[in-house]
T-cell receptor, first 116, second 110 residues
């Protein structure tokens, strides 16, 4: 069974540009969540999608957005990049659990974004 | 104060030692996760707990909901266990939103 796939693995962008990151979940997983990891702040929740709907959002500015397609693949977009957006961006997928909530999360390898 | 606190931040052990990493949280949760992150970034989910104790190989995770505390134990530690171990809590409800601890960097020397 293929794992969670994130593309690209590495990205270098210039301040002011925008970037789109992609996440393909494990087959059958309908929940995809996104996280930002920086040395200073650690791991922080960005947002979660389930069946093409954003169910939860973390405390990030509106420059960070995402979407989920009917095949559960998800993209996140960061517009007007700032130096502080340099980070490892991770996505995770999970299966919906009967009775509520999700099963354990399976993480991708991440996309390392560097803003110069 | 962070909602999820881990201790210690750094831990160095000799191969074969018994390791304990602690996690305390201050909010109501529906589940607690233990994650492992190796250099290079990849994160692996080790355990997802809502009560009691789980064991997988040399790893054991326990949680005490009343005391809002969880521990991750590694028996007979090995250099390949060297990694960052991260505790994360999931708030109640059907939505999925993890709040993470800062992580514990474990180094196991041969």
């Amino acid at each position: 069974k293929a794992g969670v796939t994130q593309t690209p693995r590495y990205l270098i962008k210039t301040r002011g540009q925008q970037v789109t990151l992609s996440c393909s979940p494990i087959s059958g997983h309908r929940s995809v969540s996104w996280y930002q990891q920086t040395p200073g702040q650690g791991l922080q929740f960005l947002f979660e999608y389930f069946s093409e709907t954003q169910r939860n959002k973390g405390n990030f500015p509106g420059r960070f957005s995402g979407r989920q397609f009917s095949n559960s693949r998800s993209e996140m977009n960061v517009s007007t990049l700032e130096l502080g957006d340099s980070a490892l961006y991770l996505c995770a997928s999970s299966r919906y659990r009967q009775g509520g909530g999700n099963t354990e999360a399976f993480f991708g390898q991440g996309t390392r974004l560097t803003v110069v | 104060k962070n909602e999820v606190e881990q201790s210690p931040q750094n831990l160095t052990a000799q191969e074969g030692e018994f390791i304990t990493i602690n996690c305390s949280y201050s909010v109501g949760i529906s589940a607690l996760h233990w994650l492992q992150q190796h250099p290079g970034g990849g994160i692996v989910s080790l355990f997802m707990l809502s009560s009691g104790k789980k064991k997988h190989g040399r790893l054991i995770a326990t949680i005490n909901i009343q005391e809002k505390h969880s521990s991750l134990h590694i028996t007979a530690s090995h250099p390949r266990d060297s990694a960052v171990y991260i505790c994360a809590v999931e708030r109640g409800g059907s939505n999925y939103k993890l709040t993470f601890g800062k992580g514990t960097l474990l180094t196991v020397n041969p």
